[in-house]
Nanobody, 119 residues
Framework: QVQLVESGGGLVQAGGSLRLSCTAS????????MGWFRQAPGKEREFVAA????????YYNDSVKDRFTISRDNRKNMVYLQMNSLKPEDAALYYC????????????WGQGTQVTVSS
């Protein structure tokens, strides 16, 4: 079982930046692929970014590529999402998620942190 706790959400003006953090409670953090998803009101949850253990395993939704950066600190069991040049359409509840590298499903989810972007 992996427990995930997000933090760092808030209100920001369009063009601004926020950094989301996620702490994972597991002794085998390096075996998990970590990801960020988001869900805006009335919309389905969508993939934002994911990162495996190595720097070659990084993936982004095209809508955030070149603006968002996912990183992880395997010593601290942390994953981050640096969000720059925020747009009103980035506003959503952002979820941290984890899946074992051998799994096809995202099995573990945090409770979410709200990001609001004012125009």
């Amino acid at each position: 079982q992996v427990q995930l706790v997000e933090s760092g959400g808030g209100l920001v003006q369009a063009g601004g930046s926020l950094r989301l953090s996620c702490t994972a409670s597991t002794s085998t953090f390096s075996t998990y692929i970590m990801g960020w998803f988001r869900q805006a009101p009335g919309k389905e949850r969508e993939f934002v970014a994911a990162r495996g253990f190595s720097t070659t395993s990084i993936y982004y939704n095209d809508s955030v590529k070149d603006r968002f950066t996912i990183s992880r600190d395997n010593r601290k069991n942390m994953v981050y999402l640096q969000m720059n040049s925020l747009k009103p359409e980035d506003a959503a509840l952002y979820y941290c998620a984890a899946k074992h590298f051998a799994s096809t499903d995202w099995n573990y989810w945090g409770q979410g942190t709200q990001v609001t972007v004012s125009s």
